[in-house]
């Protein structure tokens, strides 16, 4: 095929001959910006340098084709086309021209570029960036064998010798998904591309897959030990305290911006094209978690369109290099549990994706519904939450409650609330205030959201065997207000069980009436510990409770 360019003056092609001979010609009647007449005068200047070269007409054709390109009018440019088939009546038809051949690189870099869903959008699904440069890098795997080669050519048997070139000791699963991306770059070559009728890949080609691992999860305790150890880089630690308690993905999670982020109603919004299932989600965060959010945006002042997660010193966190530091973190952070770091045939050790795990783990443990979790998770049906349970029942069976206040067990976040204070919408107090209340109709019963309380305004939350200094003048000669509902007022009054409790709930509702949020949240902080300290067999008495908290021994 010829080539074609613009010149000062019209368009120029270059035309091939004869062995040696090619050469540039001028198309003065075709306008610049008649770009589509130019490509097509352009492919019938060749044909016919094509049957002139067939016919040994080398002499003849510089002439008769600077004749043709600087026809002005079609008419002009058919009389050429007519006097060059008589004068090549007869000759052989010219050659087809020979076109490379597509590789298996070709195919793979076609679809791992995102050219082949742009070709075929019905056919071929859009991926992510990091999901097509996992896919590359899976694939490319392959190359010493198959690269180079025609895809039309490759047969089962050096198919089945590019599966050698998987490392061996990659785990079953792992060199499944190779065999299958393997397959798949074969299914693309049958349709939509049309480059072969069958795939040379049989049925038995991926292997069957195993029984799931018994994975891992990380308890409260652990994690609050993770993320107070300050040997590790605190973006590494706010990291791991949001995927713990929100379950989002790796992925997903480093592409937020402050602008995604709504620190008034406490809302987190993920794009449709960050996720795996391609659908937007929307959740609002915990109370503790909103007011890390504030605290980090507050110390930082970002730009909206800034990171929520960065890397240490402005650099973007990567997935890889997240996973790759995680097991030192833990190892740093002296999480030694054995089952955290064993690797057997049913079992692996603790990865960075399992923090998804270990929220959904607690978070079923302590009575969210399933809609609850796949709002923050993504998952899509019961059947992919079940694989949970059995794990949810043993964290219930622990009491291992949730996980500490985000705020809280970031020492650096701590020290930032200190003097500054926090701030929680009114809606949070009302909602997790209403929640305790609704658990307490049964007082046999451990609370849905053990451990799961609102954040204190004090780092230290331990207060007197009383309650906390504050509440004793904050509920003394205070009359309900009409601004508390009816109903909560009755069912705080409803639930208290003693004496102290009473009191508790009457300053409650003094403070929820005035709008001291602070001090409401730090009365239902205060009640709640007194409700676990007299459920909990193990620990009668609310002193020995705190004590046991403090030395790091509770759940």
Known sequence: MGRLRKKAVGWGVR?????????????????HDDEPLAK??????????????????????????????????????????????????????????????????????????????????????????????ADLA?????????????????TSEEAEKAKQLIPASLEHSTRRNYTARLRFIFK????????????????????RRRARHSFAFIYPEEEARLLACTGIPFEYRWLYGWLARNGSRISETLRLTWQHISLESGTVRLEASWTKTKRARLWRVDADV?????RRWRDEGEPVDALVFPGPAGRRLTRKTVRQRFRRDLERAEV???????RTEDSRPLRVHDLRASFVTLALANGWTEQQVMDRSGHETSVQLAVYRRHARHAAELSLGWFHDLHDALPELRESGQSLGQWVPKAYVLR???????????????????????????????????????????????????????????AVSATVDS???????????????????????SIVNEIGERRRARTAPSVPILADARAKKRDGEGK
């Open 432 to 490: 997790d205030s209403a929640q305790f209340i609704s658990n307490r109709q049964d007082p046999t019963s451990a609370p849905a959201d053990a451990g799961k309380q609102l954040p204190s305004s004090s780092p230290d939350r331990a207060g007197s065997a009383d309650g906390p200094a504050e509440i004793a003048s904050a509920g003394q000669g205070l009359a309900q207000p009409e601004k508390v509902p009816e109903a909560v007022a009755v």
């Open 15 to 31: 035309l091939r001959y004869g062995q040696g001979l090619d050469e540039w010609f001028s198309l003065i009647a075709v306008s």
């Open 188 to 207: 693309l070559a049958e349709q939509p591309l049309k480059l072969i009728e069958h795939s040379p890949i049989g049925s038995k080609f991926v292997a």
């Open 499 to 521: 004496p102290v409790e009473q009191a508790l709930a009457a300053a409650l509702t003094a403070a929820m009436g005035r709008e001291q949020w602070d001090l409401a949240q």
């Open 40 to 133: 097509a005068r352009l492919a019938r200047l060749q044909a016919m340098a094509n049957r002139l070269k067939a016919a040994g007409r080398h002499a003849e054709a510089r002439v008769v084709l600077e004749e043709a390109a600087a026809a002005k009018s079609e008419t002009a440019f058919r009389a050429v086309e007519a006097a060059v088939a008589q004068l090549t009546e007869g000759a052989p038809e010219p050659a087809a021209p020979r076109t490379k051949a597509v590789t298996f690189r070709d195919v793979v870099e076609q679809w791992t570029s995102g050219k082949l869903a742009e070709r075929f959008p019905d056919e071929v699904a859009t991926k992510i960036q990091a999901s097509r440069d």
């Open 336 to 342: 030694k549990r054995a089952e955290l770091h064993a």
């Open 138 to 154: 899976i694939l490319s795997t392959f190359y010493p064998a198959l690269g180079h080669r025609p895809i039309a050519e490759i």
């Open 290 to 294: 909103l007011i890390a959010l504030q």
